[in-house]
């Protein structure tokens, strides 16, 4: 461990403050680099998962999204590593456990992750450098590539907009939350920065010049303004001695202002927008209404944690009484709360969806009043209780599953930090706890509903309807402005443009040079360890006739109890009705409880019970190829085991499926939110629909979450009136056969004593025992139905591919090289930094699944095209000993990754399931570690088998899919 003083210099770094966190077990180390002014966080402790940030005050003047595009752009060469993508390059071969950048709406942070520590240290070196020494300044089309540019590849074609910034935020405007949230912040804070679009608004990006975002960088990426962070068991001097040397004693204080103002009150204020939805969708039930409070100032730790745990109380939990409220008004058909504590001045939002403009005054009527009842009548305590235990089980699990604890704490810290607070406020809870518990019982809720929601001086409203022409008016001025600039130009002109097209084109398509390429730092084989992660200890027991396994590490006297029912037991045209039936179980009252009283108790008792549909692989032992769950979960501490089984009997077997107004309410949200769903998550939804062609796994996911579920539960809630009676009835038989000991197996994951204290309780379940045969499963129809979804995004989501195991192949580890290769090479070049898009990818699974996917792309049968071509760059491809083993690693990377108590259970109970034996997870390394050139060159037959076979779907931008009407073989909208 250090040996740090509190006055010490160290590097030019002054130590200003030690503290020793309790809640994070770590000391804590404030400090200034004197010379430059840099501030720098060290967090010490024995994780070895490392983490290292540099972040940057960095307010917007405007929504051109300079400085998203920046953080592009910075990681694309640099002093030091002049090649092109130096973080591709850094993806392809490092052991991150961590690795990207993040643009928030008032500062920008670049963060990297590993247990390695010579891939560390190579990490930290590459990003200094390309925060400090960007490329930016030598070479303009990287501006050009990652944020914007004019595209004319032929004096007579159309002028375009094209840029991975610019198709991004056209993807991510595409969705009605995103323009919800920026026309919040612009009713909020109209006076500061807040009211700009940090990420960049479509409409905004084509302003921003060169010269505009070279000055950015020059005032901004400076020490003076700079947040450094470096996280677990990391050599601290020798750390500080290469951030002073290399980079920091370069520089001296700048003054440059980069203070973030406060917004003074602006009374209650009302917006208004609209977000585009498809040319012949019903604007009816289709708008958000939002009322909107500023609360205090992220410095103040009680304020916020308060109202996290208030927002929960008041929307979040199933007896939330102001969720209730608005739900049965039936004004909306769907309502949810977001609380912001990540800018200087907080938010909390009330959203109501699936609404109308008419609706307006009796939305905030309702508000008012149910507001005023609870502040005067009381909140029920018993609620108060459960929403105070849960946050507090949250932050004392500290489970942040796929990011390192170290980045979720520097993302904890980035909100006082920034502000001028203790960098430390946001990783202390137990005394803010302690002061909380203490207040409940006098009103403090009840207070601060009264101070920021009922007498609010900063509020807004916004109400977001729906518009059939929005997007097709701001293309039309799009192309308008773009065929005006053009006629505007001579012909000298316009030999220019498509002049600096093909120059872009050209450097896109150019190689690195070699000897670039060896100047970024390296990982060889001999840093790497050639055994595979070891498994999980699992001990199979039968207990009381139920097979059970049991996962034996410690969980710090938290249980993780799962139960999987085999859903074979329902007919094929009932697993639709699994779906919606984890989303009603802990939703209506039982014998025992009123839903209030349900709620606390589950609240009180255990960290939270949730159920879920899940569907494993195939099974050595069995011909079925999948095999589908419904499992119900619960978090719970030692000693609380008993009392959370019995909750979880009561929601199994004493749930009032006979409450058919309730029923009604919850299948009408439910149809509302995957309407959001299918709006947010295009390439989620065309590779469901894709792999149900084809995969009998695909085809049962795609009844639970694609588009054929989406259309169940549209259909279900066009006519729920005169179907609640049928549905009751149907979900009372589906529990009947489901839960019950046959087909069930249980998992427990923790400690031997958690295990012994389960197996003593088990019969506080008191399940049933019955013979329920399993029925037929459902099977793909292996057809190529190519479908086209047109939504209202402006960009498309292509999806492409086959089973492999179909057409004669077998799956190897190398096959995880190949994955990597055409991602970070092929698919990286083709689809995003020339095709524009924001990603491209391949998925490949052992299962035989090999999909081509892109992400927000502008394009649709040019992307097509690449995947085709895909063959051909593997049967040419080449790579050095170097270049080989940088792939190698960098898909190790993907199976090393650091795993929390969440993920471990995950994958120990999947593979038990699946069968997998840890000599199959040690010979896949082994062919993952010695594949060739060669061998990816053998995988062109593959792929082009895959192509050929043209199994594809799309969702994508209305116009552009009807353009290409004559790929699909049905064309349809998305949401109807």
């Known amino acids: 461990m250090s040996s740090l003083k509190t006055g ?23 400090m200034e680099h004197q010379q430059s002014g840099a501030r720098l966080l060290f967090v010490q402790n024995q994780d070895d998962n490392k983490v290292f940030s540099v972040s940057f005050r960095t307010p917007p003047v405007d929504s051109t999204g300079v400085f998203h595009i920046l953080e592009h752009s910075v990681l694309c060469g640099s002093d030091k590593y002049p090649v092109k993508e130096p973080f591709v390059e850094l993806l392809k071969g490092s052991m991150k456990s961590f690795l990207n950048a993040f643009t928030f709406a008032d500062k920008t942070m670049y963060p990297v992750a590993s247990r390695n520590n010579k891939d560390f240290s190579n990490l930290m070196e590459v990003y200094l450098d390309s925060v400090f020494k960007p490329n930016i300044y030598k070479q303009q089309e990287i501006f050009e590539q990652e944020g914007w540019h004019y595209e004319l590849l032929h004096t007579e074609d159309e002028l375009i907009y094209k840029g991975v910034v610019y198709n991004e935020m056209k993807g991510s405007y595409s969705s009605p939350v995103t323009v919800l949230l920026d026309r919040i912040k612009k009713s909020l804070y109209p006076d500061t920065l807040y009211r700009h679009s940090s990420g960049g608004d479509p409409q905004d990006i084509p302003a921003l010049t060169y010269e505009q975002f070279l000055a950015a960088h020059s005032n901004y990426y400076h020490p003076s303004n700079s947040y450094f962070y470096l996280y677990g068991d990391v050599n601290i001097e020798e750390r500080l001695q290469f951030i002073h040397q290399e980079y920091l004693s370069q520089y001296t204080r700048n003054d440059f202002d980069t203070a973030i103002p406060m917004q003074q009150p602006t009374g209650m204020t009302e917006f208004t927008a609209d977000y585009s939805i498809l040319e012949s969708e019903t604007a009816e039930d289709k708008t958000y209404l939002s009322m909107n409070y500023v609360i205090g100032t992220s410095l103040d730790r009680e304020l916020n944690l308060a109202f996290a745990i208030l927002k929960n109380i008041l929307m979040d939990s199933n007896a939330a009484p102001l969720k209730q409220a608005l739900l049965e008004s039936g004004l909306g058909k769907d309502a949810f709360a977001f609380y912001s504590d990540s800018m200087v001045q907080p938010l909390l939002g009330i959203t109501l969806t699936h609404s109308n403009p008419s609706s307006k005054t009796a939305f905030l009527d309702l508000i008012r009043t149910t507001l005023s009842r609870l502040a005067a009548d009381g909140l029920d305590e018993k609620l108060v209780l459960a929403a105070v235990n849960s946050k507090e089980f949250e932050l004392r699990e500290a489970d942040f599953d796929r990011y390192p604890k170290g980045l979720t704490y520097n993302i904890e810290v980035m909100k006082s930090w920034l502000y001028e607070g203790s960098p430390s406020a946001h990783l202390e809870y137990e005394t803010v706890f302690a002061a909380i518990r203490e ?30 022409t929005i997007a097709a008016e701001k293309e039309a001025c799009s192309r308008k402005q773009l065929a005006e600039y053009k006629s505007s130009l001579t012909p000298e002109q316009l030999g220019q443009l498509v002049e600096n097209t093909q120059n872009l084109l050209t450097r896109q398509s150019r190689p690195d040079a070699p000897e670039d390429l060896q100047k970024l730092p390296k990982l060889s084989l001999q840093d790497i360890n050639r055994s595979a992660l070891q498994q999980v200890p699992t001990h199979e027991y039968t207990l009381k006739g139920i097979k059970l396994i049991h996962h034996e590490i410690p969980t710090n006297k938290i249980a993780y109890i799962k139960l999987y029912w085999d859903t074979g037991v329902v007919a094929a045209e009932q697993i639709s009705y699994l779906a919606l039936l984890s989303k009603v179980l802990g939703q209506l009252e039982t014998d025992a409880y009123s839903i209030e009283e349900l709620t606390s108790e589950i609240g009180i008792k255990t960290g939270g019970i949730h159920f879920q549909n899940e569907v494993f692989g195939a099974a050595k032992d069995s011909d079925a190829n999948y095999q589908p769950k419904f499992s119900a979960r619960i978090k719970v501490m030692k000693g609380n085991i008993g009392d959370s089984l019995k909750l979880l009997h009561e929601l199994l077997y004493a749930s009032n499926l006979d409450n ?22 295009g390439n989620e939804i065309a590779a469901s629909r894709l792999l149900s062609y084809f995969s009998d796994q695909g085809a049962y996911q795609e009844q639970l979450g694609g588009v054929a579920y989406h259309r169940f539960i549209r259909e279900l809630a066009h006519t729920i009136d005169q179907q609640s009676e049928r549905l009751s009835d149907t979900l009372k038989d589906i529990c009947a056969v489901l839960f019950n000991k046959q087909h069930l197996i249980l998992s427990v994951t923790g400690a031997s004593d958690i295990y012994e204290e389960f197996a003593a309780n088990l019969e506080q379940l008191g399940l049933q025992d019955r013979q ?31 089973d492999f195991n179909k057409l004669g192949f077998t799956y190897s580890g190398k096959m995880q090289v190949l994955k990597k290769i055409l991602s970070l090479t092929y698919l990286w070049n083709a689809v995003r930094v ?16 090999l999909l081509f996917t892109s992400y927000r792309d502008p394009n649709l049968q040019e992307t097509l095209e690449i995947y085709d071509q895909a063959y051909r760059f593997a049967e040419s491809f080449e790579a050095d000993e170097d270049e080989m083993t940088k792939s190698i690693i960098g898909t190790l990377a993907m199976f090393d990754q650091p795993l929390s108590l969440s993920a471990q259970r995950r994958r120990a109970d999947r593979h038990y399931f699946e069968q997998i034996t840890g000599e199959e997870l040690q010979q896949e390394r082994n062919e993952i570690l010695s594949a060739t050139p060669e061998d990816i060159r053998e995988y062109a037959g593959l792929l082009k088998a895959v192509v050929e076979k043209n199994y594809f779907s799309v969702v994508g931008n209305e116009t552009r899919m009807k353009s290409a009407q004559a790929l699909f073989g049905s064309l349809e909208e998305l949401v109807r």
Do not use: W
Request: with cysteine; charged share 25%.
């Open 439 to 468: 207040k409940c019982a006098d009103r403090y809720f009840e207070q601060l509903i009264e101070t920021y929601l009922l007498n609010s001086q900063h509020c807004s409203v916004v109400i977001l309807q729906p518009s059939n």
């Open 834 to 849: 020339k095709g524009g898009a924001y990603g491209g990818n391949l998925i490949l699974q052992k299962e035989g699944i």
């Open 660 to 681: 058919l107004t309730k029923l009604q309410e919850i299948v009408r949200r439910e149809a509302s939110k995957m309407e959001s769903i299918l709006n947010q998550k």
């Open 8 to 30: 010490n210099v160290y590097s030019g770094f002054k130590v200003v403050l030690e503290e020793y966190i309790r809640e994070i077990e770590s000391s804590v180390f404030t």
């Open 772 to 802: 329920v045969e399993l029925k037929p499963v459902l099977k793909a129809q292996d057809h190529a139905c190519n479908e086209g979804f047109m939504s209202s995004s402006q960009v498309q989501y292509v999806v492409k591919g086959y």
